[in-house]
């Protein structure tokens, strides 16, 4: 099956500063989304994006399909952005079948 | 504002019982799937439905888990009988074909 990897595991940052979310995935998707697991445990859905990209506030997300990854910023960064975030794909002959990264933690620090 | 809503949320049992979870699915959304979250194997797939038929349920230990749709609002997970190694977050989750929205969770302990 297809292969989800994400990079970096771990991230800690003081607030305001800006990072990157990087996920490499090994075959070609129908699918691509960005979730925000918050400390609580709730699975919030941040983006659908198999190509392109999208901006929503302070986060945007940029697939580039050919070239396998899709990249997930997050800009001025705030305490309530703390969590882990995972990438999840559908691979091309694989219906409604998300296949998840192990995730990024992400720690904001005030 | 529509969500997915699961029950219960905690659930507590002794090895050998019987657990069922039940969700109810966004109005309107035809697929439905189930996932299992352990820190171990992250968040696996164990089954998914379109318009309340099966499409895959090879993620699911065949012997001791179900899964079923009775109709358009409510999937249950049903696993009997219950293992220590069943303990895990139970998420349900639904959507048109291109996104998924998860419920709470059912957080399950089996002693």
């Known amino acids: 099956g297809i292969q989800v990897e994400q990079s970096p595991p771990d991230l800690i940052l003081q607030e305001g500063a800006n990072s990157t979310l990087r996920c490499n995935f090994s075959d070609s998707v129908n699918n691509l989304q960005w979730f925000h697991q918050n400390p609580w445990g709730q699975l919030i859905n941040l983006f659908y994006?198999?190509?392109g990209t999208k901006q929503n506030g302070r986060l945007s997300a940029t697939t580039v399909a050919t070239e396998r990854y899709s990249l997930l910023y997050i800009s001025s960064s705030q305490t309530t952005d703390s969590g882990v975030y995972f990438c999840a794909v559908v691979g091309g002959t694989s219906y409604g079948k998300l296949t998840f990264g192990q995730g990024t933690i992400l720690t904001v620090h005030p | 504002d529509a969500r997915v809503t699961q029950t219960p949320r905690h659930k507590v049992t002794e090895m050998g019982q019987e657990v069922t979870m039940r969700c109810q699915p966004i109005l309107g959304h035809n697929t439905v799937f189930w996932y299992r979250q352990t820190m171990m194997q992250g968040l696996e797939l164990l089954a998914y439905f379109r318009n309340r038929a099966p499409l895959d349920d090879s993620g699911m230990p065949k012997d001791r888990f179900s899964a079923e749709m009775p109709d358009a609002t409510l999937a249950t997970l049903k696993i009997q009988p219950s293992e220590p190694r069943d303990s895990a977050v139970y998420f349900c989750?639904?959507?048109?074909?291109?996104?998924?929205?998860f419920g709470p969770g059912t957080r399950l302990l089996v002693l």
């Open positions: 989750a639904s959507g048109p074909r291109e996104t998924q929205y």
């Open positions: 994006i198999p190509s």
